[in-house]
């Protein structure tokens, strides 16, 4: 299975070369070892020098079953680095096995390997190691290449996952047209390509408002409210990923949430039965992030944020049976009840009161030994929100009067 994939796949030159330098990587290193740890016996080391030439070693890869294939198909399952290719190549190098071959061969002198080493370091200097930024090129060039096949393209993208992470690779993204290759397979007819650039848009953007802004100049927005939809949990949630990524604390992204409706696309999440609980989890979470941050900007970019149905969505939460869910909830409800755009009566309207009353009576009741201290530190916070909720309708009276 792993050998058709690797097998099947289009290989670019510089995935050649990177499987070939992880091969010459473990030839060049394990002699050092081997020889160190025999002392004089440097046999086993001229049987490991020699036993490939460069041509081979080049070229390692099309050999099938070599260690060629599993490297580029582990490379395809997420290498993260270079570094860690080289690790590989090391730690798959087996000194026994060396050591067999190795029975009946002459010795090496110390010059004859140390100019065997020098070939192998001249040979790698010649290969080159590619830049990010070249790995980015053709990650993105095949992106750009509608006749590519829909596994190559998730290829491509799941290598982009790993580049994009670091935040000068994610700022050279739009330069090299990987943001708009990848806002375009956002309408990919496959859900997996769809959901795979969601995430890669996201991880891009995350705390990075250079990215955000970028993907926003795009209007890359209303697309991905719309996946928010989505009946695929996975896509959804990528979908949710990404915009969470892409407003967090950027005013002009909240706006754009605003303007795109995507208030609407987050209380569908809320409200509908049979939605991933994880999707819910997330949307919830979503909530409180933006209210914090209206809290703490002092702006008041977000009206849906005080709009009583919004907020009986949320309220309505609580009624669901599972811990996690409701602790994220009183989160969420703890800050919307500070926002001071919210009306302690819209909450009033949305009976929280006995909302909270009963959540108490439930978690006194139904927890298992196990999630007794859990319940308890919900329960905890359910004071909390009761006391902020009271404070709240107080001062709507004072204000009142
Ligand atoms: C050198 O290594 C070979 C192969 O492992 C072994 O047969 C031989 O006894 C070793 N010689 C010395 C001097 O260690
Ligand atoms: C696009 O992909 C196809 C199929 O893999 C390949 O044959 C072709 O050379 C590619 N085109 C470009 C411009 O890279
Ligand atoms: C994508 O392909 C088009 C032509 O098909 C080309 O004009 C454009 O420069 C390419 N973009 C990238 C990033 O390769
Ligand atoms: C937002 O979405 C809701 C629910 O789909 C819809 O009723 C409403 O008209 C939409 N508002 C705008 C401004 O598009």
Same mark, same amino acid.
């Given at each position: =299975?792993? =050998?058709?994939?690797?097998?099947?796949?289009?290989?670019?030159?510089?995935?050649?070369?990177?499987?070939?330098?992880?091969?010459?990587?473990?030839?060049? !290193?394990?002699?050092?070892?081997?020889?160190?740890?025999?002392?004089?016996?440097?046999?086993?080391?001229?049987?490991?020098? $020699?036993?490939?030439?460069?041509?081979?070693?080049? @070229?390692?890869?099309?050999?099938?079953?070599?260690?060629?294939?599993?490297?580029?198909?582990?490379?395809?399952?997420?290498?993260?680095?270079? &570094?860690?290719?080289?690790?590989?190549?090391?730690?798959?190098?087996?000194?026994?096995?060396?050591?067999?071959?190795?029975?009946?061969?002459?010795?090496?002198?110390?010059?004859?390997?140390?100019?065997?080493? =020098?070939?192998?370091? %001249?040979?790698?200097?010649?290969?080159?190691?590619?830049?990010?930024?070249?790995?980015?090129?053709?990650?993105?060039?095949?992106?750009?290449? @509608?006749?590519?096949?829909?596994?190559?393209?998730?290829?491509?993208?799941?290598?982009?996952?790993?580049?994009?992470?670091?935040?000068?690779?994610?700022?050279?993204?739009? *330069?090299?047209?990987?943001?708009?290759?990848?806002?375009?397979?956002?309408?990919?007819?496959?859900?997996?390509?769809?959901? $795979?650039?969601?995430?890669?848009?996201?991880?891009?953007?995350?705390?990075?408002?250079?990215?955000?802004?970028?993907?926003?100049?795009?209007?890359?927005?209303?697309?991905?409210?719309?996946?928010?939809?989505?009946?695929?949990?996975?896509?959804?949630?990528?979908? !949710?990923?990404?915009?969470?990524?892409?407003?967090?604390?950027?005013?002009?992204?909240?706006?754009?949430?605003?303007?795109?409706?995507?208030?609407? =696309?987050?209380?569908?999440?809320?409200?509908?039965?049979?939605?991933?609980?994880?999707?819910? *989890?997330?949307?919830?979470?979503?909530? $409180?992030?933006?209210?914090?941050?209206?809290?703490?900007?002092?702006?008041?970019?977000?009206?849906?944020? @005080?709009?009583?149905?919004?907020?009986?969505?949320?309220? &309505?939460?609580? @009624?669901?049976?599972?811990?996690?869910?409701? %602790?994220?909830?009183?989160?969420?409800?703890?800050?919307?009840?500070?926002?001071?755009?919210?009306?302690?009566?819209?909450?009033?309207?949305?009976?929280?009161?006995?909302?909270?009353?009963?959540?108490?009576?439930?978690?006194? %009741?139904?927890?298992?030994?196990?999630?007794?201290?859990?319940?308890?530190?919900?329960?905890?916070?359910?004071?909390?929100?009761?006391? !902020?909720?009271?404070?709240? !309708?107080?001062?709507?009276?004072?204000?009142?009067?």
């Amino acid at each position: =299975m792993a =050998m058709a994939r690797a097998r099947c796949s289009r290989q670019s030159d510089t995935r050649r070369r990177l499987v070939a330098v992880a091969v010459l990587a473990g030839v060049l !290193l394990l002699p050092v070892a081997v020889a160190e740890g025999e002392g004089e016996n440097r046999s086993a080391a001229r049987q490991w020098a $020699t036993g490939k030439d460069e041509g081979e070693l080049v @070229s390692g890869e099309e050999s099938g079953g070599g260690g060629g294939s599993v490297v580029e198909d582990e490379f395809a399952g997420g290498f993260g680095s270079l &570094d860690s290719m080289l690790q590989w190549a090391i730690g798959n190098s087996d000194p026994e096995k060396l050591k067999e071959q190795a029975e009946g061969v002459q010795k090496l002198s110390a010059d004859d390997l140390l100019k065997r080493r =020098m070939e192998i370091k %001249e040979l790698m200097e010649k290969l080159k190691m590619p830049s990010d930024a070249d790995l980015m090129k053709i990650a993105i060039a095949d992106l750009n290449n @509608s006749s590519i096949s829909v596994q190559d393209r998730q290829r491509a993208l799941q290598e982009l996952l790993v580049l994009v992470e670091p935040i000068d690779n994610a700022n050279d993204l739009d *330069k090299l047209g990987g943001l708009v290759a990848l806002i375009q397979d956002l309408n990919n007819a496959n859900e997996e390509i769809r959901t $795979t650039s969601a995430w890669v848009l996201g991880k891009a953007s995350q705390n990075n408002a250079l990215v955000q802004n970028q993907i926003h100049g795009y209007g890359a927005l209303a697309r991905l409210v719309k996946m928010g939809y989505a009946t695929s949990a996975e896509e959804a949630a990528k979908a !949710l990923y990404a915009i969470s990524a892409l407003i967090r604390d950027n005013v002009n992204g909240q706006e754009a949430f605003q303007l795109e409706n995507g208030s609407a =696309m987050l209380q569908h999440i809320l409200v509908s039965n049979g939605v991933d609980l994880r999707l819910q *989890k997330k949307a919830v979470f979503l909530v $409180t992030d933006l209210a914090d941050f209206q809290l703490n900007s002092g702006t008041s970019g977000l009206p849906f944020l @005080s709009d009583r149905v919004f907020l009986k969505s949320v309220v &309505d939460m609580l @009624s669901k049976f599972d811990l996690d869910l409701q %602790e994220k909830v009183l989160l969420a409800i703890k800050s919307l009840l500070k926002l001071s755009s919210t009306e302690a009566t819209d909450f009033q309207s949305c009976d929280l009161d006995s909302v909270l009353y009963r959540l108490g009576v439930q978690l006194e %009741e139904l927890p298992s030994e196990e999630q007794k201290e859990y319940a308890g530190e919900v329960d905890d916070l359910r004071r909390e929100v009761q006391m !902020l909720f009271k404070n709240k !309708l107080k001062e709507g009276t004072k204000i009142a009067l």
